[in-house]
């Protein structure tokens, strides 16, 4: 019996966490029982790193939503490559895909829901609904993510499977050279605490929250350390906090590859998400062996443990979130139990080895092997 071929289909491939999980996938299935492939509707760096890695990859390169000649080309790559499964990955990629299975001939479709979208989409779960019975299996990548959606789809909880987002823990170890090195470089002292936020400047990640909560904690004691690493349409908002008097000891560093190092220098991460879906920066955060200031939201409630990897608050709550920042940075013995908690927290629930054999499982499940 030959290799299974699966075909990842995503929204774009600019670096996020979606994006990161199916290159995860791609890169780390086996070989030996699996043909894998990406195709993304607009490309980005992530399509950079899967050629690099050797996984087949194309762009459509969608410029609309009219851009229908891009359909037709997507079902003739279906009709050429004959993959058992698509997997389709976010609203859009899914939209598209579903259509392009029927004209391409494609027998066996996934799709994961990567998030608990908050904004006013009901035409996204309305789709979801109707298109459900074209649908071998719902992934949801968390809990709290599969009843939210199940919520606005009307869907039956049964509908979906749970598997749970997984991080490289080993990957994320703390470099106590890159330590010493970046808050040389950032102008921090080896002792003094410092935050970290990593992730897009955009409307999901409630960077004003974490602006607000800056200065409330500067009118407590005075400016707080700070590094910000992400870009996005937030960004004049950051640039704007950088010039006031509680952002002087925040360093915003744009986009940056080297995640891990941020992580390594920091002592908390903080994510004032409005909405997620699981928090793969919180997950890799703990595997850093760093304590998470977290919205109470479905996705980060499934991976940061309130009060023993980190601590949840409600969400656009800068008063909230000011306290318990404040809390971790001057109880170091607390912050570094709850560090050292959610490493362990990620062995045990998040790693990406079982994340893939879960997905390999449901594969080769669908297709009768």
Known sequence: MGKLKVMHLITELAPAGAERCVYELATRM???LFDVSVVGLRGGGVADALANAGVPVRVLDVKSKLDLRKLGRLAGWLREDRPDVLHTHLYHADLVGRIAAVMGGVRHLVHTVHTAEARFRPWQFAFARLAAKSC????????????FHAGKTGLPITAYEVILNGVDADSFARDAAKRRELRRQWSVGQDEFLFAYVGRLAEEKGVETLID??????????????VMAGDGPGREGVEKFLGREAGSRTRWLGFVDDVRGVLSASDCLVMPSRWEGFGLAAAEAMA??????ASNVPGLRDVVADGETGILVPHEDPTSLADAMQRLSEDRQLSEAMGSAGRARV??????SRAVEEHQRLYQSICGR
């Open 30 to 32: 086996d070989k030996d």
């Open 136 to 147: 071998d299996r719902i992934i949801a990548v968390s809990e709290s993510t599969r009843e």
């Open 347 to 352: 062995a045990e629930k998040f790693s990406i």
């Open 288 to 293: 850093a062996s760093l304590p998470v200031v």
């Open 213 to 226: 909560a800056m200065a409330v904690l500067g009118s407590r004691s005075g400016p707080v350390n700070l």
